[in-house]
């Protein structure tokens, strides 16, 4: 009864003109700046509208303040199903129809397809016991609806990832009654996909899109927010653009090109390199013999036969959408993700698998992208952060030396600029994430390594605290270390890199060196579409196609 | 709302304050039978015991290891010293090999811990089980005789200032303990396991070895506490298991003191002799068999419930003011898809 509902959702609505989604001059100001700038956009019942936008165009910043997270600024107009959101309230978002399917699906894996679809709204009971039967039927009915053939006791962890999605779309779909709320419980009237592809393969895409499909056929709104321009054209009907918190196109995907898409994504100022002159001493550089790193052949379970070399002085950086294998290279050479093949050398000196503690006395460096459960001890004081890796320069039998390290991280806090000055012997927690990180560099600086592998090294760092740990790291690639840096910001890798690899599904797609180093390149190269931009017959092309 | 408690060191040093408070309410309440050196004496001695398993829970757990065997392990170290003795070995041969038993147990649980990934939870309580029945087969449950040899229990009897020798072995081995905790690389990297494996895998520490020592280092002490035990109350079946608990109460009470939110060495004796003291001021007044029981179980809840979750409260809050700073602060990390919008689905 309820997929009839769903069918005619016009009829639910207060008008016969209502929009799934309707926002009018939405803005939204952080203190550090507008995310989003009058941005409208217009969903129909049962449209598929792609969203896309570069890394911080305010794409997350919309999906936020839809989901209830964010409160916009005032004078912002949002409505779904033609009812007004009320700002900042995920009941009210929830109440309107408002579902989302984020990239991290949040099933339980080690629970049945039922089951997880019972997290949510309860599992019916009888005084007390779950009705495994009726569970069973309204997944069923729910699988069905979704148009997927599946068994509702089969575990999460045996799905395919596109299956595992379509059951976090049911999830979403569920109909379920908001008991509590004054407002109406209306039925779903948009749909929020998140990235739905990015840790797809492509064989698994096809069937996803299918599965959006069907959801649009019931009659929802579809906002589809992606990297990937080649499913734009398979499945929304319009496509809407953010740059830098503003919407600069929502058009018809029918009258729309790649170049025109790319054009808006990009934009044309974009376009012109403005990268520091770096080069010269990498150029000397690149004249030794002798790579500080050279990688040949690595395959994991997200890398495919990775080779690549990074010599003295040279500051390389890795780009690749999320789900490339950019954001898991630096892990792997260093240990902290297993290998599965492919040998790494530091100086020649074999470096072997798994073993972080060996590629540290070869002096390598690794900054990881989760910082706090990777990065740093949060619980331990900044001083302790700071000398932790390097324990052997305090060791003054039969104690470690105090004062040393108080000195040490008093230099270090004030060459990093690390805020609130006299607070080494605070715990990390206490430090905003910015100055954590300038700790978690400052642990690593004072090894003097030769190679410097780093993950995302500059998240959740304002722009200040960019520059002064860039600057360090120009410090260090001016002595001779080497540097890989793996960044999904890519003006942070137009900025400072001397070369990008570009990886795409786990190989390295393509190496841009000089001028082709810029957005415009990297975005294209990262979503493949890099023929018209990479001159074929760079060594690494080759050592890829061979 | 959490800065009324930095004046005077309350949250730091509640212990002490509630030790002085005890001491006193108890002298003015038990003039002649409390305030004397014959009770501070036999408190002293008589806890040492308990204050060393305390230390070799603590040392696993700053490594976010439990050893739930160490009552078992001492209590097979106590009977095995004893039947050596009273099987003609020498002293030293019967106190070397009780304490070398120990550290083989310690190391077992290391191989299950580290080699078998099996949870430290899990693997100490089969093995205290396993240790139970392995003191049935060698004592064939029946308690031996204590050993009748006065240089034996001289060992720990010995009266030094007044108190028993065993305080000073206790206070010894804290003494070592804390220096080794506090003020060595490997008491660094062992804190620094305890606050997350992962990152201290990634700053170069060989999480696994430490580990490993951990839980040989709690074995060898249970072993050493086994050994006092026989010398200074002779055998027993049963009291290893029974000390286990007080041992874990007086870590987690300890962590609450000193460096709060730390596992340190001397908290964990102070919260030893708190209880002890409690407990001994209450045994005057009344003779209750269950106080000691209850005294210790209700101090540790309570305590632990307000001094850490205050703690907790206080850094959460600081965290989540941070998080909204850097939510702010960042524009970066709005790109960024794994962002908090995948929570709040």
Redesign the interface.
């Known amino acids: 009864m309820q997929a009839a509902d769903m069918s005619t959702p016009g009829a639910l609505g207060p008008s016969v003109s209502t929009s799934a989604l309707r926002i009018e001059s939405l803005t939204k100001t952080?203190?550090?700046?507008r995310?989003l700038d009058g941005v409208e956009l217009n969903i129909a019942p049962g449209e598929i509208h792609a969203l896309l936008?570069?890394?911080?165009?305010?794409?997350?910043?919309l999906?936020?303040v839809l989901?209830?997270?964010h409160r916009p600024d005032p004078g912002s107009l949002l409505q779904i199903g033609g009812l007004d959101l009320e700002v900042g309230s995920?009941h009210s978002s929830h109440a309107l129809g408002a579902r989302?399917?984020?990239?991290?699906l949040?099933l339980v894996e080690s629970a049945s397809i039922s089951d997880n679809l019972a997290f949510g709204p309860g599992f019916p009971t009888k005084w007390g016991t779950i009705r495994s039967r009726r569970t069973r039927l309204r997944a069923t009915a729910a699988l069905e609806q979704m148009e997927l053939d599946l068994d509702p006791g089969a575990l999460i962890e045996s799905l395919s990832p596109a299956q595992k999605t379509g059951v976090a779309v049911a999830r979403?779909l569920l109909a379920d009654s908001v008991p509590d709320s004054g407002q109406p419980a209306g039925d779903v009237q948009l749909l929020v996909l998140?990235?739905p592809t990015?840790r797809l393969p492509d064989s698994e895409v096809e069937h996803l899109l299918e599965i959006v499909r069907t959801v649009a056929d019931r009659g929802i709104g579809v906002l589809y927010v992606t990297h990937r321009l080649d499913e734009v054209f398979q499945i929304a009907e319009r496509a809407s653009v953010l740059r830098d918190g503003v919407k600069v196109a929502s058009e018809p995907v029918a009258g729309l090109t790649r170049d025109a898409l790319l054009h808006h994504l990009l934009g044309a100022a974009l376009e012109q390199p403005h990268r520091l002159n770096i080069a010269d001493e990498s150029s000397s550089a690149a004249g030794q013999p002798k790579a500080t790193l050279s990688v040949d052949r690595l395959t994991s379970d997200v890398l495919t036969d990775v080779s690549f070399e990074v010599f003295p002085g040279e500051v390389v950086g890795v780009a690749g959408i999320?789900g490339s294998g950019r954001d898991a290279l630096c892990a792997t050479i260093?240990g902290?993700r297993a290998r599965d093949e492919g040998t790494v050398h530091i100086r020649s000196e074999i470096l072997p698998a798994r073993r972080?503690?060996l590629?540290?006395?070869r002096d390598v460096a690794?900054v990881?992208a989760e910082r706090k459960?990777?990065?740093?001890?949060?619980?331990?004081s900044a001083r302790?952060n700071i000398?932790?890796?390097n324990?052997?320069d305090f060791?003054r039998v039969?104690?470690?030396s105090r004062t040393k390290e108080t000195a040490i991280t008093k230099r270090w806090f004030e060459r990093l600029g690390v805020r609130p000055r006299e607070a080494i012997g605070q715990?990390l927690?206490?430090?905003?994430?910015?100055n954590q990180q300038k700790v978690v560099f400052g642990?690593w600086f004072q090894r003097v390594p030769v190679m410097f592998l780093l993950d995302e090294p500059?998240?959740?760092?304002?722009v200040g605290a960019k520059a002064e740990l860039h600057s360090a790291l120009f410090d260090a690639a001016q002595e001779g270390a080497a540097i890989l840096m793996s960044s999904?910001?890519v003006d942070e890798l137009v900025t400072v890199c001397d070369r990008v690899i570009v990886m795409r599904s786990g190989r390295i797609a393509d190496t841009l060196h000089g001028d082709q180093i810029n957005v415009h390149s990297i975005t294209r190269s990262a979503l493949g579409m890099a023929g018209d931009v990479v001159e074929p017959g760079s060594e690494s092309a080759n050592a890829v196609a061979s | 709302m959490i800065g009324i408690n930095r004046n005077l060191g309350f949250d730091r040093y509640s212990g002490l304050y509630l030790w002085a408070s005890l001491i006193i309410v108890f002298s003015i309440w038990q003039p002649r039978l409390f305030p004397t050196s014959a009770t501070v004496h036999s408190v002293a001695a008589n806890r040492a015991v308990a204050a060393v398993l305390a230390l070799g829970v603590m040392i696993p757990l700053i490594g976010g290891v439990f050893d739930l065997a160490i009552g078992a392990t001492a209590n097979l170290a106590t009977l095995s010293a004893v039947l050596l003795i009273t099987n003609g070995h020498s002293i030293a041969v019967a106190v070397i090999v009780a304490i070398l038993i120990g550290a083989l147990i310690g190391a077992i649980n290391g191989f299950i811990v580290v080699r078998l990934r099996v949870g430290s939870f899990i693997a100490t309580l089969g093995m205290a089980s396993v240790l139970a029945a392995v003191q049935i087969i060698v004592t064939g449950n029946s308690q031996p005789r204590s050993p009748s040899n006065s240089t034996w229990t001289a060992l720990t009897q010995t009266k030094v200032l007044g108190f028993q020798i065993i305080v000073l072995y206790m206070l010894i081995i804290a003494a070592v303990l804390w220096w080794g905790l506090r003020h060595t690389p490997a008491g660094r990297y062992l804190y620094a396991i305890g606050s997350s494996p992962e990152a201290a895998r990634l700053s170069g520490v060989r999480v696994d070895f430490y580990t490993w020592m951990s839980l040989i280092a709690s074995g060898t002490l249970a072993g050493i506490a086994g050994v006092l035990y026989a010398s200074l109350s002779g055998p027993s079946l049963s009291y290893g298991p029974a000390l286990l608990l007080p041992a874990f109460a007086a870590v987690f009470l300890g962590s609450t003191q000193f460096s709060p939110g730390r596992y340190n060495v001397w908290g964990s004796i102070l919260a030893i002799y708190v209880l002890a003291t409690g407990v001994k001021g209450l045994q005057l007044v009344t003779d209750v068999v269950w106080l000691d029981l209850m005294f210790s179980g209700g101090a540790l809840i309570a305590a632990v419930a307000v001094a850490g979750g205050r703690q907790r409260a206080g850094a959460e809050a600081k965290r989540r003011e941070l998080v909204r700073q850097e939510d702010h602060h960042d524009r970066s990390s709005m790109g960024e898809p794994s962002a908090p919008a995948g929570e709040d689905g």
């Open positions: 952080f203190v550090g700046g995310a936008g570069e890394n911080g165009s305010g794409k997350s910043t999906i936020k989901a209830g997270y995920a989302f399917v984020h990239q991290d949040g979403a998140d990235e990015a999320t260093f902290a972080p503690d590629a540290m006395s690794y990881p459960l990777q990065g740093c001890f949060l619980d331990l302790e000398s932790i890796a324990l052997r060791w039969p104690l470690l715990p927690s206490s430090f905003s994430g910015g642990k500059t998240q959740g760092v304002d999904s910001d």
